[in-house]
């Protein structure tokens, strides 16, 4: 039985501790936070699913159905139930053709993927970290507000210190966390990912009774053209028209995107962003009265810029680390998005146990 530690709580680390458990190693999941799931996030209350992370992915993924059936809940994927979208040029809606609303807003995404939607979900997409949580329960040593403070290399394999004093060995080291993480325990083989993009992004999303929004809300939302996006404001999804069963009957969830000012980012708390997110969404919808309930997510540097320079960095990294017994996974190292989150986890799995 060998020993593998797991460094990082979200979906590439939940899975590849998932799988080398249930190939019979010992496994040790380490997150920092105080819950593992990381960008997955899904608040359930009073009949809405809200998502806090991510609200979906790539609708041609075959690693994600993939790693659902393998967990027993892949009759529990859901599709968009609209693909139409609108785009806000400081005046007014106007529907965009397939596709345009991703490219404006730069997110990188295939051009033959342009238009083809998401899939999520029924229970949100925590649902499949949740589940993950519960599979590995029993099987995997998981410790989560534990940080590591060190990665040495000792006899016959690796040592963990952990913030407070513990220690774990391990034969080998999987790092699924964010590139900056990685580089400060990594040392001199991590030096690339110290350059390593990121950004950060502020979401809120508001609920209201149907009655007070005037728009159909026939689509899956908007995106804000470049030179109108006051405070950062980008897009706008239609929760509860993008996807079923989002909001209890009579009322309906919008979701708006922000990429905050790091000033505003650090001082101004919910009250704030709601108030921001209300008077942003009247610019462009007529609303009638306030939000019912807010609810507002901030990630601050949590989000990887996939470009040739960091996928530059990552070779030169993991080339340093070739046969070392320290590996990486995860959408930090290996592309943007779930779908690349979940085939990079299942790499990592694949190589330490071929070790």
């Keep these: 039985m060998r020993r593998i530690a797991v460094i990082g709580g979200g979906l590439a680390g939940c899975i590849v501790a998932f799988r080398r458990a249930m190939a019979g190693d010992q496994v040790t999941l380490v997150e920092a936070a105080p819950r593992v799931g990381g960008q997955l996030w899904t608040e359930r209350a009073s009949g809405f699913v809200v998502e806090l992370g991510a609200e979906g992915f790539i609708a041609r993924s075959e690693a994600v159905p993939g790693l659902a059936s393998a967990l027993g809940i892949a009759d529990d994927l859901v599709g968009q139930e609209t693909h139409r979208s609108f785009g806000f040029d400081g005046v007014a809606l106007r529907e965009l053709a397939p596709g345009e609303a991703a490219e404006f807003l730069g997110f990188q995404v295939p051009r033959d993927e342009l238009g083809k939607g998401i899939r999520t979900f029924r229970l949100g997409m925590a649902q499949l970290t949740e589940t993950l949580a519960l599979a590995i329960a029993g099987h995997v040593d998981v410790r989560t507000s534990a940080a590591v403070a060190s990665l040495a290399p000792v006899a016959g394999g690796f040592r963990l210190a952990l913030a407070g004093g513990t220690e774990i060995d391990a034969d080998a080291v999987v790092l699924a966390t964010h590139a900056a993480g990685a580089a400060a325990l990594l040392g001199e083989a991590g030096r690339a990912l110290r350059d390593a993009e990121t950004l950060s992004s502020v979401t809120v999303s508001?609920?209201?009774?149907?009655?007070?929004?005037?728009?159909?809300?026939?689509?899956?939302?908007?995106?804000?053209?470049?030179?109108?996006?006051?405070?950062?404001?980008?897009?706008?999804?239609?929760?509860?028209?993008?996807?079923?069963?989002?909001?209890?009957?009579?009322?309906?969830?919008?979701?708006?995107?922000?990429?905050?000012?790091?000033?505003?980012?650090?001082?101004?708390?919910?009250?704030?962003?709601?108030?921001?997110?209300?008077?942003?969404?009247?610019?462009?919808?007529?609303?009638?009265?306030?939000?019912?309930?807010?609810?507002?997510?901030?990630?601050?540097?949590?989000?990887?810029?996939?470009?040739?320079?960091?996928?530059?960095?990552?070779?030169?990294?993991?080339?340093?680390?070739?046969?070392?017994?320290?590996?990486?996974?995860?959408?930090?190292?290996?592309?943007s998005g779930i779908d690349a989150a979940v085939r990079s986890a299942e790499a990592a799995a694949e190589r330490v146990g071929a070790r």
């Design 206 to 335: 508001l609920a209201y009774p149907r009655a007070a929004i005037e728009h159909p809300l026939d689509g899956t939302g908007f995106v804000v053209a470049a030179g109108h996006q006051a405070h950062g404001f980008r897009a706008c999804t239609f929760t509860t028209s993008k996807f079923a069963e989002r909001a209890p009957a009579g009322h309906v969830t919008l979701r708006l995107f922000f990429r905050p000012d790091p000033a505003d980012l650090e001082r101004m708390g919910d009250d704030a962003w709601t108030a921001r997110a209300e008077a942003s969404l009247a610019r462009v919808l007529r609303v009638h009265g306030p939000s019912e309930r807010a609810w507002v997510s901030r990630w601050s540097s949590a989000l990887p810029v996939s470009t040739p320079a960091h996928a530059a960095r990552i070779r030169e990294v993991e080339q340093a680390l070739a046969g070392s017994g320290v590996l990486l996974a995860g959408s930090a190292f290996h592309g």
